[in-house]
């Protein structure tokens, strides 16, 4: 069964950084582009980041160029969200998938505030 | 950015009523090669987004076959076939052949 579970979300101020981790199993991570897309309260979904397989090719929505870092390392099967300079705009469930979008987690929240 | 332009907003229907959701592109999502990057997601009450169908028309693993999916270009359909309770929630469109973005997602809800 495929699962992809995100942690380390939380309350943090602006201007600071945070890093999330998304946890995969029951597939072969290594052969799979892996994406972040977020949910403000109440809004629609937006597409943040998405990384190639290999980790070679990396893409982001204007919005976090330069402030956001996709990553992942394939020998744990988990893909990173370091997000700096954060925003209030930043808020928001941050949800892990396959690049295919065929499989979510859960997600997990983030808060950016004073 | 390319915007995709969900209609309706909010869809009202009774069990077992056929509906249909419009999602129009600003830009054709025909990819150089040869996909339509073009996707429809369910996001049921406080859970994750389910994807329901993906390059236009495959039906998504496990999908039951009334939700089904056509168009091309800038202009796509989702359509479901006798709405059951449990598809309640928000729909929403996706294109990825350019830099990935969403609908504004269609509400469905019971009349």
């Known amino acids: 069964e495929v699962q992809l579970v995100e942690s380390g979300g939380g309350l943090v101020q602006p201007g600071r950084s945070m890093k999330l981790s998304c946890a995969a199993s029951?597939?072969?991570?290594?052969?799979?582009?892996m994406a972040w897309v977020r949910q403000a309260p109440t809004k629609g979904l937006e597409w943040v980041a998405t990384i190639s397989y290999d980790g070679s090719s990396t893409y982001y929505r204007d919005s976090v160029k330069g402030r956001f870092t996709i990553s992942r390392d394939n020998a744990k099967s988990t893909l990173y969200l370091q997000m700096n300079s954060l925003r209030s705009e930043d808020t928001a469930t941050y949800y892990c998938t396959r690049a295919r979008f065929d499989y979510w987690g859960q997600g997990v929240m983030v808060t950016v505030s004073s | 950015d390319v915007v995709l332009t969900q209609t309706p907003s909010i869809l009202s229907a009774t069990i077992g009523q056929s509906v249909s959701i419009s999602c129009r592109s600003s830009q054709s999502l025909l990819d150089s090669d040869g996909n339509t990057y073009l996707y429809w997601f369910l996001q049921r009450p406080g859970q994750s987004p389910q994807r329901l169908i993906y390059?236009?028309?495959n039906l998504g693993s496990g999908v039951p076959n009334r939700f089904s999916g056509s168009g091309s270009g800038t202009d796509f359909t989702l359509k479901i076939s006798g709405v059951e309770a449990e598809d309640l929630g928000v729909y929403y469109c996706?294109?990825?052949?350019?830099?990935?973005?969403f609908g504004a997602g269609t509400k469905l809800e019971l009349k």
């Open positions: 029951g597939f072969t991570f290594s052969n799979y582009g």
């Open positions: 996706m294109q990825a052949t350019h830099a990935p973005t």
């Open positions: 390059l236009v028309s």
